[in-house]
């Protein structure tokens, strides 16, 4: 099937699985009738999709970077799928700091300007400091890495980010022994991201790792997609993108990252704790409690298919996990 086909309602994610996930928005959401959940899909199938072009990325290497062409699959930089459209990337987004609309995400981002952007790295490091734009250009060539997308919501997408591994800005700062976590912070600024104006979510939201999961190679920050700079709607300017991960773990438009000794507080599993687990990994043998993990609707597909352990990742990631409950730690 052509990737950008659209996706029959009847075939999307449940509306239960939608608006119920919405309901703890503190009382902002209400229980959403079945013609209304269908009107929104609707929309999203029948809608005229204004694809902005972002600039070229420059440098843009193979997957993996270069001298990796031959590893980019074993390595689980690139998965042999279909990629998602541009159109349904950048106009199905989960960005609750504009819209708490998948579709109205892309309007209400229009024109949100990364001009003079800073990124403060800090906490128990040997070395703090602030990184600009060109900084985190100066890291690293961006790499493509075509990467599988799951919600927890159950629906999924198969990406092209460009980006670098989180590890090599990670080791610039040079973490200390006692750095056993890594913090993330969105920018907060309500007058350029009109949902922070609401009570959806406690504002900045935040996120974090353990550390062997953020040095580990898959775990990137990203700056583009599709070989172009990130759309507003995407997390621009950069993003945190973990692959094996639920993707509300993907914080956006990241501006402070901590380096901290214990977990730190993360804002769905704040939000909801018996639903929204810190460590987030996919698991089609744990269930949300209000719906099945086993499959997943991908964007632009019409048929459901299972859902993989680690999303497809448990080749490269598994070994962190060694020993863990995964029910007890999800």
């Not at 990325?57 to 042999?80: F, I, P």
């Not at 900045?204 to 190679?217: F, I, T």
């Not at 599993?269 to 987030?280: D, K, L, R, V």
Request: net charge neutral; charged share 25%.
């Amino acid at each position: 099937m052509d990737p950008g086909e659209r996706v029959p309602p009847s075939e999307i994610t449940p509306a239960s699985v939608y608006f119920n996930r919405k309901s703890f928005l503190r009382g902002a959401v209400a229980a959403a009738s079945v013609a209304t959940t269908a009107a929104l899909y609707r929309r999203l199938n029948g809608r005229s999709e204004e694809v902005v072009e972002e600039p070229k990325l420059a440098d843009l290497q193979g997957a993996g970077g270069a001298g990796a062409v031959g590893r980019a699959a074993s390595d689980g930089y690139r998965v042999d799928e279909p990629m998602t459209s541009l159109g349904d990337i950048t106009h199905y987004n989960n960005f609750y700091e504009f819209s708490t609309d998948k579709d109205g995400v892309a309007e209400e981002a229009k024109g949100f300007s990364t001009k003079g952007w800073r990124v403060v790295v800090g906490g128990l490091v040997g070395k703090p400091r602030t990184f600009d734009l060109e900084d985190l250009r100066r890291i690293s060539p961006p790499e493509e890495r075509v990467y599988r997308m799951r919600c927890v919501e159950a629906w999924s997408m198969v990406i092209p980010w460009a980006g670098f591994s989180l590890s090599k800005l990670l080791d610039r700062v040079e973490p200390l022994g006692a750095a056993k976590y890594v913090a993330f912070e969105t920018l907060l600024d309500p007058t350029r991201m009109p949902g922070q104006r609401t009570g959806a979510l406690d504002w900045p939201y935040v996120e974090g790792l353990r550390m062997d999961e953020a040095m580990h190679p898959l775990a990137i920050l990203a700056t583009g997609l599709y070989g172009r700079e990130l759309p507003p709607q995407d997390g621009a300017p950069v993003r945190l993108v973990v692959p094996w991960k639920y993707g509300f773990k993907g914080i956006k438009s990241i501006v402070k990252i901590t380096l901290v000794e214990g977990q730190p507080p993360t804002t769905w599993n704040s939000q909801a704790p018996h639903e929204y687990g810190f460590y987030a990994n996919v698991n089609p043998q744990v269930d949300h409690p209000r719906w099945s993990q086993a499959t997943e609707q991908r964007i632009g597909e019409s048929a459901r298919r299972p859902t993989l352990m680690f999303n497809g990742y448990g080749q490269q990631v598994a070994r962190l996990y060694a020993g863990m409950d995964l029910r007890a730690n999800f």
